[in-house]
């Protein structure tokens, strides 16, 4: 058994409630109560709506976790909670109700960039029962090339170690998962779209809809995707002109749509690969709600095999998205400064 501490995290950065109770990277409950159903109608977060769920949800979700894991407050040690990014109305909600427990319970606080969570995440682990789970030694952790992909952020971060970051570069305008949602409201697929774009995607030839390789004339590892979604608005009104699209249509559209989204990330993947300065990656990473998806994580192996680089993924499909568990794993992995009056910070970037 971990003699790690039992940390409480909580995470309401966007519109998923979320708590956790985490022993350095082994998740012993993850509890997430998903908005989507409320958000659904707006076709978007809205974020005034998020802040009333979320302080609907808060106290039930962290009963939840207490009692899914099986522990009470006593065994709790800390308290982690993301101070940011994220919509201001909705991190508020998670962050006073982590003080006012902190203050009821006794326990130190500690502030989490939501970020970092999506970029750790992979390193998360499930409880097994049978298992006796051995201390995480973060030393293992050197030169990892981590993707951070989701609806909020497209970026390529260098772990050179955990807590010493080297943002290498990030998307200029729309994050892909974003691009992914706009593009699959054009094609009415309901929100949040990528999930649903991956399984037409799968019905689909990629190679009905041809999209532009953009950002290819800067040599940075900037990445861009505001262009791509011009070009999808401009082929789908000249589609719609004549007639509504059709079944196959819509599918096609997916495939070609997504494989561009993911084109652009693995072409400045395969440019930090190359670059000798950091080529002496031992491993890439994948984290954020688009890491679920089965065709980027099959371009990404495609596109690092030749540098001899495996592709590491976090365990399930719940810790790709927003969750608490991937909050709790930062707090567990490496010193956090505990500090109880801590204000939100809705643009907070990683640390670099
Ligand atoms: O990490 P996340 O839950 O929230 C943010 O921090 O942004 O990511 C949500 C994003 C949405 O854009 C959603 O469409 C996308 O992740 N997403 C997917 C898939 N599952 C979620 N995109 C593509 N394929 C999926 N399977
Ligand atoms: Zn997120």
């Known amino acids: 058994m971990s003699d790690a501490p039992l940390i409480l995290a909580i995470d309401t950065s ?26 659904k109608q707006y076709g978007g977060v809205f974020p005034t709506v998020a802040k009333l769920a ?6 039930p979700t962290i009963t939840a976790a207490l009692r899914r894991a099986g522990v009470t407050w006593d065994a709790i040690s800390a308290i ?26 006794q326990k130190p606080l500690l502030p989490i960039n939501h970020i970092e969570g999506h970029l750790l995440s992979p390193l998360a682990r499930p409880q097994r029962k049978t298992e006796t789970v051995a201390d995480f030694d973060s030393q293992q952790v050197n030169n990892v090339l981590s993707l951070v992909i989701s609806g909020g952020h497209s970026e390529f971060i260098l772990v050179k170690k955990i807590g010493e970051y080297q943002r290498l570069g990030w998307t200029i305008d729309d994050a892909a998962g974003e691009a992914l949602d706009k593009v699959g409201r054009m094609l009415d697929l309901g929100y949040p779209a990528g999930p649903v774009m991956e399984e037409f995607a799968r019905l689909g030839n990629e190679k009905a809809f041809e999209f532009p390789l953009p950002m290819t004339t800067r040599q940075d590892y900037q990445l861009s995707f505001s262009g791509l979604k011009t070009a999808a608005r401009n082929k789908i009104e000249t589609l719609q002109a004549t007639q509504d699209l059709t079944k196959t249509q819509i599918y096609d559209f997916s495939a070609s749509f997504q494989r561009a989204v993911f084109r652009a990330i693995c072409y400045k993947l395969n440019k930090i690969c190359n670059n000798v300065e950091i080529a002496n990656i031992t491993e890439v990473w994948l984290g954020g709600g688009v890491a679920a998806n089965i065709e980027l994580r099959r371009m990404i192996r495609e ?36 500090d109880q009056t801590f204000e939100r910070k809705p643009r907070l970037g990683l640390v670099v």
Not at 21 to 35: C, D, K, M, P, W
Not at 54 to 59: F, L, Q
Not at 82 to 102: D, F, R
């Open 14 to 39: 966007c519109d998923d409630t979320a708590v956790a109770i985490t022993r350095g990277v082994v998740v012993l409950a993850n509890v997430v109560a998903s908005q989507t159903q409320l958000h």
């Open 54 to 59: 979320h302080k609907e949800n808060i106290a």
């Open 80 to 105: 982690a909670v993301t101070q940011g990014p994220g919509l201001a109305p909705a991190l508020e909600v998670g962050i006073a109700a982590a003080k006012e427990l902190a203050i009821k319970h």
């Open 303 to 338: 596109t690092i095999k030749p540098f001899g680089l495996q592709l590491r993924v976090p365990y399930s499909k719940k810790i790709c998205s927003d969750n608490a568990a991937m909050i709790g794993l930062v707090a567990g992995v490496r010193t956090v400064s505990a």
